[in-house]
């Protein structure tokens, strides 16, 4: 008997703490904005690396590989042909689970929760009527 509920309370223990860590919807929207925020403010001071750092593994990948070089270098050129600039202030954050769409003033970002944290899956988005989002980075 001992031994159910020791099995018992560990389910529940381990529900319990994923719960917890996926937060209540405020949270999550607050951390959203922010790392949205982030990635907005490396956008406008042209920072690489942090750009870099916020894009999840296979948006990297993905811009890295369309590119054929570096991710540094990939959005650097991004930047520079101007398919992706900073957004604007949020307009709007949906956050549903472990994704994410923030609405800015003159784009969209799309992001998804990693153990590490929110990371951005795609920018540099716009709304097609009846379609799917065109975005300038975006994963594979």
Do not use: H, N
């Amino acid at each position: 008997m001992r031994g159910r509920w020791y099995g018992r309370g560990a389910t529940v223990l381990a529900l319990l703490t994923t719960v917890a860590a996926c937060g209540t919807p405020s949270e999550r929207r607050d951390d959203v904005t922010a790392e949205v925020t982030r990635f907005e403010q490396a956008l406008d001071a042209g920072e690489r690396e942090r750009l870099c750092a916020a894009l999840a593994p296979a948006t990297r990948e993905e811009l890295e590989q369309s590119a054929r070089s570096g991710c540094p270098e990939a959005i650097g050129d991004a930047l520079e042909e101007r398919e992706i600039t900073a957004g604007g202030a949020v307009r709007g954050v949906d956050a549903y689970g472990d994704q994410a769409r923030v609405v800015l003033e003159q784009d969209t970002v799309f992001l998804a929760r990693f153990p590490a944290g929110w990371k951005v899956t795609a920018a540099g988005c716009r709304p097609r009527p009846e379609r799917p989002y065109q975005c300038a980075i975006k994963g594979g």
